[in-house]
């Protein structure tokens, strides 16, 4: 794919979109995930201007890639997860990563999860329902 030499993009002067000529690059910082800043030349007033354009999301493993939500496991409290396992919230309507599993000091099994939109998240996992005893005589639908 050719890099196109003009663009469309808020001339500041104009205070209108106008067709804008790409002149030059600034040379870019460490990191390739850092925006790209790119002189531009507005072709209606002449003025240039500094633009930032923002990282192209790379195809492949990126820290910063989405998950999918169709690859993760539905979040419930007695399922039992993996560390690196994608799983997805219901009641938040947000997917995270299993970062860690851990048991608390009351035997609970809990799993730290880092969640896209919500942050870091301790959940329970393995949870035993208290009326395990009645399983046998009770649909496991009714199980709350
Ligand atoms: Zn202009």
């Known amino acids: 794919m050719a890099r196109t030499k003009?663009?469309?993009?808020?001339?500041?002067?104009?205070?209108?979109?106008?067709?804008?000529?790409?002149?030059?690059?600034?040379?870019?910082?460490?990191?390739?995930?850092?925006?790209?800043?790119?002189?531009?030349r507005c072709t209606r007033c002449k003025h240039s201007a500094l633009i930032t354009i923002a990282p192209v999301s790379k195809e492949k493993g990126d820290a910063g890639v989405k998950i999918d939500r169709s690859t993760c496991i539905e979040y419930s409290q007695d399922k039992v997860f993996s560390v690196g396992q994608a799983i997805y919230h219901s009641d938040w309507d947000d997917v995270g990563t299993v970062l860690k599993k851990d048991k608390m000091s009351n035997g609970i099994h809990s799993i730290v999860v880092s969640f896209e939109k919500s942050g870091e998240r301790k959940l329970m996992e393995n949870v035993v329902p208290e009326a395990s005893e009645e399983l046998n005589t009770q649909p496991i639908t009714q199980v709350s």
Do not use: L
Not at 33 to 38: A, E, Y
């Open 6 to 40: 003009f663009m469309m993009h808020d001339c500041a002067y104009c205070h209108k979109q106008t067709k804008m000529e790409r002149i030059g690059e600034m040379p870019s910082s460490a990191t390739e995930n850092d925006p790209i800043k790119v002189w531009y």
